[in-house]
C-alpha cells in the first residue's frame, strides 16, 4: 500500500477516522526494526483502522555536541518503507508546525526516572523527548501508540507520563529487532565502519552472556528448591545418589549467583571489548527495577532490565534485554 505524506495538523485531522489510529513515533531513516513497529500498529488498528507514522527529528532531545545536524533524513525512502510495512499516512511536520513561536517555556519534566542511566549520560534528553512525544500525541490523537522496546527507559517514560498525566491512551512495547549477528537495529548503524560495527557486537554478546548468566541461576535456584526438607527424605534420596547434587545447586545459587554474578558476566565481555581496536567506551552497564532505573538487590524478584550503552568511535549505541527473577525460598 502507499502511504499518504502529510505535512500539518490539520491536513491530518482531516482525514476521516472510523476504526482504531495507531501511531509509531520516529526519527526516520527507518529500518527493519520500525517495519516490525509498522506492521504490529497495522494488526492493533485492523483493517478498518488507521496506522500513522510520524516522522520528526526532534531537537529538544539532542544535547550540545551531539549528532542533530548529522542525524539522517531519507523522508522519500521513509514514506515507501512506511507503506510497504502498512501505514496508511506520515506525519512529517516542520519544526515550525511542532514549536509554533520557537522552543516552548513550558515542558514536560522527566522527574528522578529520567536523570538515570540514559538521563545521567544525556542531561534534558528525555525531557526533550517526552515533550515532544506529548505534542505528537496531541497531535495526532492516537488510541494506541507504539514503541521500541530497544529504547526501554523512554518507554517506560512515556508509560508513566500518560499514567501521571490521564492521556487516556494505549501504550505498546514492542520486542527490540536484531540483525543477524545480534546487534540491534538502529539508525545509528550506518556510521559504524567495518571495525566499529565488529567491535559494536559486544554490546549484544554482553546481554546474552549475561542473560545466559541469569538463565543458569534460574534453573539452580529451581533445582534448589528440590531439596528435600526432611532428614528422612535425604537420606532415601541420598541411596540414588541425588543429595549431593541437590545441596551442589543450593549452594551455587545461594552463594554464587544473584545480580552480581549476572553484571560480572556481561561486564568480562565488555572489558575484553576495550581492549580492541577500535576500542569500546562503555558509558554504563546496568541492570535495573525498570518501574525505577534503580539498581535492583540480591533479592529482587520480577521483572528487571540489564541496560548497556557505549561508544564505537564517533557513535553512541544502547541495547538492553529484558531478564525475570523468579522467587527463591524455603524448599518444601
Known sequence: MTATLLRTAADLHARARTGRRAVVMTMGALHEGHATLIRTARKIAGPDGEVVVTVFVNPLQFGAGEDLDRYPRTLDADVELAGRSGADAVFAPSVD?????????????????????????????????????????????PDVALYGQKD?????????????LNFGIEIVGVPTVREEDGLALSSRNRYLSPAERRTALALSQALFAGRDRHAAQEALRARAREVPASRARAEALSAIGESRAAAD??????????????????????????????????????LVDPS????????????????VAARVGATRLIDNTPLTFGTFGDAS
Open 97 to 141: 508546525e511542532v514549536y509554533p513561536g520557537g522552543e516552548p517555556q513550558v515542558r514536560v519534566s522527566a522527574g528522578p526516572m529520567g536523570e538515570r542511566l540514559e538521563g545521567a549520560a544525556r542531561p534534558g534528553h528525555f525531557d526533550g523527548m517526552l515533550t515532544v512525544v506529548a505534542k505528537l500525541l496531541h497531535l495526532t490523537r
Open 152 to 164: 526501554v527507559q523512554q518507554l517506560a517514560l512515556i508509560r508513566r507520563m500518560v499514567r501521571d
Open 249 to 286: 545447586a543450593h549452594a551455587v545459587a545461594t552463594t554464587a549467583g544473584g545480580p552480581a554474578a549476572i553484571r560480572a558476566a556481561a561486564r568480562l565481555v565488555l572489558d575484553e571489548a576495550a581492549r580492541l581496536d577500535p576500542p569500546l567506551q562503555l558509558d554504563y552497564l546496568a
Open 292 to 307: 525505577d532505573f534503580t539498581e535492583i538487590g540480591d533479592d529482587f524478584t520480577g521483572e528487571a532490565v540489564l541496560a
